[in-house]
DNA sequence: TAATAGTTTGCATAGTAAACAAATTAATTA
DNA sequence: TAATTAATTTGTTTACTATGCAAACTATTA
């Protein structure tokens, strides 16, 4: 707990102001004294600075049929900056450029050998400062204001890479170096966290949000009053090596019957193939499951999934879940299945769905941290600009 | 995300110094300046005015080897009130006696008829009017600041009882009827949360800790930067109702192969039960195991006992795990071999440990609620102020 | 005398209320 | 129809206030 004195005061209200500003795409002074309760005074001179330090800018409205002066519309100065998002998955790395809208301006798929960390990083140095350059044309309008990283591993309070165990990183620093490369500040966490944070800045905002990934492993992250959850050392949500078959299958991590090795995208394909088939993409799974009949398969995957899903509603009584799936986006119909298998008693939460944003919640979650740490705001609020190419 | 005006800061710092007076048995004004970080001038003024609202006491030091004038130490008035905290459990009704340090003053049993929820709130009400009576032995000084009330079952986040399983209490109100019949606030959670309360304020602070309770059902209760987690609606820390064995033992809450069914100690009773004994309390089965040799039962309890610790350790990376539980109690060395089963690579946790409050940490909690509640602080220490009877 | 505790005084700051200025629509009047 | 007036809303200015801060001051004690 800080003590209070007026610079407290001051920085607390002028990111009162720009949480609406940023929550509302178009907002008048008088406006904002209305929702925040703040004398038209203080929005004033708030306001002002905010002017001064470019970073909102004033514009005219139409005509109103309503009495008395127009209000002067403030809203955020798209030249102040933009962000980036990058995820750094093992076979893919998606970055995505987004304005202080938090609307998507660019988006790029690299393929980097990820096994050689050094390597990796300097094909991603270079390769970003080429996205960059054009994307700026020569210029330094708009400046970079920020980037975020997702990593698909455990990543500590620090910004600094633990552990992954699909590459097998160990003590990594990724931040310093980008850093040093783009003179910017950057943010690295772990890609379940930078997800769920996606649904929360560009959902309706709740009182909280879990996000179950469910790719390769299972990630459970978990947004509580804006706020990512990331345990003790930034090892929470570990969800894939909860047990939910003693005995069961052996897992790398030590233990038998830990919940990915049956409820995961993989697990998923491992079954298909088990009876016979072999895949590797999502749409191959698809076209699949169009002319074959794999009732049992899916009501083993099912099964078990709802199993997990169970425990966490138990555990965290969640308004909403989401579930971040390649087999939820296509079969959405699976959905209702799962909800039908929760049949305890105390299994309470709100709402059950599909994320829009797929695979590139993770990459829109970083450039949402950056955005978030660019501006000092606690909440970020983008539901009015969906993310789409446009 | 409230405004900041200067009422708002001002309640900040009030907060600020009464966590550390309550934190910090013996403090002066100028200790308070060098710990908040305020001047000292406003520590003066602050100070002065919880002074003048009896909530604090000044008292002399004894004399100290070094030069310069004795400071005047700050403390909580004891007179100034006392809070109750109030265990309603099936069989027995446990209510404590708090003074403002966190002490206890006070403790009784009650027997109360908890399946006539009507005629249980009279017998409460009326047994604790002559507790309080005795206690303030005619005077009302110290007056009463609180209570609060734990309840075995879930309660919302506005005190209202929503469901209990044993005695299937349904919407009940405690909270109105306490506050009609002694005019002071009333808060009531759930019992596992309040646990979890108790373990925080008694404990030295970190930045989050979880209670697992161990008794005819599992409780998890969870405190995150001085926070208790509720969930959306009050239902989190339904934990006993995790699957972790699918196609399981029938749990009542409609699913198989609940937790609680394998790992509280009414499961460890029903265990050695199987095996030929019938034990109904703890000192029974104590007794018990010292002469005989119960090995497979206890190898299968701590089995799926540690399935469930893992699974709270990968979810939350938790920085301290308190079990409280009368076997473990009675049997600390079988801490080591829950410890033993933790395997996973991805265990991360700082401390595993044995509740030193035992059945008390609930009416404890529930005294703590109202004690934070009555000054309108955030975060309370008593880490001190050890609560035993003296 | 030196050191530490606590108070007093005057100042700086940022928010507030209220008055004011500006801009715009609607109604009224010439 | 055009000009005037009223009403309404936005935003700024001004005087004021509460509170924290720094520094000077008083009090107390080895």
Chains 1, 2 share one sequence.
């Not at 610079?7 to 904002?32: C, D, F, G, M």
């Not at 203080?42 to 905010?50: E, G, M, P, R």
């Not at 994307?135 to 309070?157: E, K, M, R, T």
């Not at 990512?228 to 090596?241: K, L, S, V, W």
Request: with cysteine; hydrophobic share 40%.
């Amino acid at each position: 707990m800080h003590k209070g004195d007026w610079n407290y005061i001051r920085n607390l209200n002028r990111r009162v102001i720009l949480e609406e500003i940023v929550k509302n795409a178009s907002l008048s002074r008088s406006e904002l004294a209305r929702i925040t309760g703040l004398n038209k005074a203080t929005i004033s001179t708030q306001v002002n600075d905010l002017l001064e330090q470019g970073l909102v800018i004033e514009t005219r409205t139409e005509a109103l049929d309503t009495p008395g002066r127009k209000p002067i519309i403030i809203e955020m100065n798209e030249n102040a900056g933009f962000t980036v998002g990058i995820d750094i998955d093992e076979l893919s790395t998606n970055i995505i450029f987004c304005d202080l809208k938090g609307r998507r301006l660019h988006q790029k798929q690299l393929h980097l050998d990820t096994y050689h960390f050094e390597s990796m990083l300097d094909e991603l140095i270079q390769q970003l400062q080429t996205e960059i350059g054009v994307f700026q044309n020569g210029s330094s309008i708009p400046p970079l204001a920020g980037i975020g990283v997702g990593i698909h591993g455990i990543v500590n309070n620090d910004s600094q890479i633990v552990y992954t165990p699909k590459q097998q990183w160990v003590d990594l620093d990724v931040k310093t170096r980008l850093e040093q490369a783009f003179d910017a500040p950057v943010h690295v966490d772990n890609s379940a966290n930078l997800s769920v944070y996606a649904e929360h800045v560009y959902a309706k905002h709740g009182s909280d949000l879990f996000c179950l990934t469910l790719y390769s492993g299972i990630g459970l992250g978990m947004v509580k009053d804006s706020v990512i959850y990331r345990g003790y050392q930034g090892f929470a949500g570990e969800i894939g090596h909860m047990i939910i078959e003693p005995d069961g299958k052996p897992c790398p991590c030590g233990n038998h019957g830990c919940w990915e090795l049956y409820a995961s995208n993989k697990a998923f394909f491992k079954l298909l193939h088990e009876s016979g088939d072999e895949f590797h993409t999502q749409e191959q799974v698809s076209k699949h499951l169009e002319t074959t009949d794999a009732e049992q398969e899916i009501a083993e995957y099912i099964f078990y999934l709802s199993i997990g899903v169970n425990n966490v509603i138990n555990i965290f009584n969640p308004e909403r879940i989401i579930i971040n799936s390649p087999l939820f986006a296509s079969m959405p119909e699976l959905l209702d299945r799962v909800e039908a298998s929760l049949q305890s008693k105390f299994n309470n939460y709100d709402e059950l769905k599909i994320s829009g944003l797929n695979e590139d919640a993770c990459a829109l979650g970083a450039a949402a941290l950056a955005f978030k740490k660019f501006l000092g705001v606690h909440h970020v609020d983008h539901s009015a600009s969906f993310p789409s190419s446009q």
